[in-house]
């Protein structure tokens, strides 16, 4: 994100393409994931240097870091979720 840019808000506006690479990748068959703590790493105080590392120009801050990768067909996150222990398995209840 570059705070110079003629937007009023673009950290929105880097969300909205955040969602359309999504979109893309998914598309493509590959699996994303969003995440935002790495930001916090990314302009802090070795912004410079890791910007360089990177090759992004040093004027941008980071808003999100976008996994892309392939997804494990052997999992269904929708529908799969894991095993889950009875109540029974998990409390004793004392009289």
Known sequence: ????????NPSF??????????IAAN???YGTKIVS???MTLNGDNHDELCEL?????SLTAVAVLLVGYQD?????V?????????EEKVSFVE
Do not use: F, H, K, W
Not at 73 to 77: E, F, H, K, M, R
């Open 27 to 29: 598309a493509l068959g």
């Open 37 to 39: 703590s790495p930001t």
């Open 79 to 87: 529908t799969s979720s894991t095993t889950r222990y009875t109540i």
């Open 13 to 22: 506006d880097c969300g909205l393409a955040c969602q359309n690479m999504v």
């Open 54 to 58: 990177l090759g992004v120009d040093s």
């Open 1 to 8: 994100m570059n705070e110079s840019t003629p937007s009023p």
């Open 73 to 77: 067909t052997g999992v269904d996150g």
